[in-house]
Nanobody, 120 residues
Framework: VQLQASGGGLVQAGGSMRLSCAAS????????MGWFRQAPGKEREFVST????????YYADSVKGRFTISRDNAKNTVYLQMNSLKPEDTAVYYC??????????????WGKGTQVTVSS
């Protein structure tokens, strides 16, 4: 599966942004999907994941209550709605996918990433 993320950019602290990730292929609904991010000088970290049906979601503690992941299997797209953004959310955000039921710590498929910059 090929993944193409979009929607990144510059936003002020406290603002909102929605990332989208379009996936190729006809088997999108068979993949667990998620988002990772990597800030400058830091290791890549898990942000959120959503199950194949969209019925189960998980979030990193750092984004819980502020970010919402969702998916539209008819459109082969996963979204990350980010609210109350903080400067520490600044990072390159990567869309990921894996055919396993639960998204592992190192998913099989990665998109190219989209830059999110939150100014203070």
């Amino acid at each position: 599966v090929q993944l193409q993320a979009s929607g990144g950019g510059l936003v002020q602290a406290g603002g909102s942004m929605r990332l989208s990730c379009a996936a190729s292929g006809r088997t999108f609904s068979t993949y667990a999907m998620g988002w990772f991010r990597q800030a400058p000088g830091k290791e890549r970290e898990f942000v959120s994941t959503i199950s194949r049906s969209g019925g189960t979601t998980y979030y990193a503690d750092s984004v819980k209550g502020r970010f919402t992941i969702s998916r539209d299997n008819a459109k082969n797209t996963v979204y990350l709605q980010m609210n109350s953004l903080k400067p520490e959310d600044t990072a390159v955000y990567y869309c990921v996918a894996d055919s396993r039921t639960v998204l592992p710590t190192n998913p099989n498929y990665w998109g190219k990433g989209t830059q999110v910059t939150v100014s203070s």
